[in-house]
């Protein structure tokens, strides 16, 4: 790789500190949303509780019932032809784990959606905001899907990106940190459904899920990146203990799953010069951070990424994706 500025206007840690910059503000920006969320959220069960005395009043006290909301259901794109070529819970390579014919070349961004937990969170969560409800993530995929975006892995962006390869016409990369079980009984299947593959950014030792898990995903064309071993902040290492974190958790996965492993996941997001350098000279082809943005070609181990919280809805997603840089 061509040597990159470390120092200056330029370099990863300006540009870390610009785009940090845009993370509080995007973090800034879902509180108020959360905010205006919870006022509606009132309004409306205020209005359900007016009209529910009204009933009652009208009914003259008799044992009268409102009537359930009809829902029906209208996406129709291309969960349903995956769900009758896959004949419901199948297993085998999903659609997108292959570049298919109508895919075109693309240098151009790409973003990356980040997620850790689905499900909700118990009452003594660490960090709750990280649980995403398994209905929201539901919802977040019909919307990606009903507005024209297939998921790829990031192993097929870098092809388009630097080999020539081809992408379909608005891709997204849908990762899933540090392994935890809903990523494989909830994330599989409901990805399978849109023919799509996930990126599981797996720490070598510790995950929730059995290496038999892994390999299913895996065999459904997942991508498996490095998470490190033991998620470790890698700006507060020693040399031995940096290299122990990013070329042996790559050594780990590659010896236990006989998959290359060419992506890296910095752990909470956390790196600087000398973290990338261990990176790169780990073998890894690209890094992933928590800094909210679209992912370019520009910047392979400075690769921004959309964090999904728990707060952040179909809404949300949609305003992510549209403030893409």
Not at 17 to 33: I, P
Not at 144 to 158: I, S
Not at 278 to 295: F, L, M, N, R
């Amino acid at each position: 790789m061509a040597s990159r500025e470390t120092s200056g206007p330029n370099g990863p840690e300006a540009r870390r500190e610009q785009l940090l910059a845009r993370r509080e503000e995007q973090r800034q920006r879902r509180a108020r949303r959360r905010q205006r969320r919870l006022i509606a959220l009132g309004t409306a069960l205020a209005a359900v509780a007016a009209t529910a005395g009204i009933a009652l009043l009208a009914g003259g006290g008799s044992e009268s019932k409102l009537s359930a909301p009809t829902v029906t259901a209208t996406h129709t794109s291309r969960v349903g032809v995956e769900r009758n070529r896959s004949g419901g819970e199948s297993t085998g390579l999903v659609r997108n784990a292959t570049p298919q014919p109508d895919w075109q070349p693309h240098t151009g961004p790409v973003p990356i959606l980040e997620y850790h937990v689905l499900g909700a969170p118990a009452a003594d969560a660490p960090y709750p905001e990280l649980y995403v409800s398994r209905p929201d993530f539901h919802r977040q995929m019909n919307w990606l899907d009903e507005h024209g975006y297939q998921a790829v892995t990031l192993e097929a962006v870098e092809d388009a990106w630097y080999h020539g390869g081809t992408l379909p016409a608005r891709p997204v990369v849908i990762s899933f940190d540090d392994g935890y079980r809903p990523q494989f009984t909830y994330a599989l299947p409901e990805l399978r459904k849109h023919g799509w593959p996930g990126v599981l950014n797996l720490k070598a030792e510790g995950s929730d899920l059995y290496e038999s898990n892994v390999r299913a995903m895996i065999g459904a064309g997942w991508e498996l990146a490095a998470h490190t071993i033991d998620h470790s902040d890698l700006t507060t290492l020693d040399a031995a203990q940096l290299k122990r974190e990013t070329a042996g958790a790559r050594q780990i996965l590659r010896r236990e799953y006989g998959v290359p492993v060419k992506d890296f996941c910095y752990p909470a997001g956390r790196f600087d010069p000398t973290v990338i350098a261990a990176v790169e000279a780990a073998g890894y082809v690209t890094a992933t951070t928590e800094i909210p943005g679209d992912a370019s070609r520009d910047a392979p181990y400075e690769l921004a990424r959309f964090e999904i919280l728990g707060s952040s809805g179909v809404s949300g997603l949609a305003e992510d994706l549209g403030s893409g840089s």
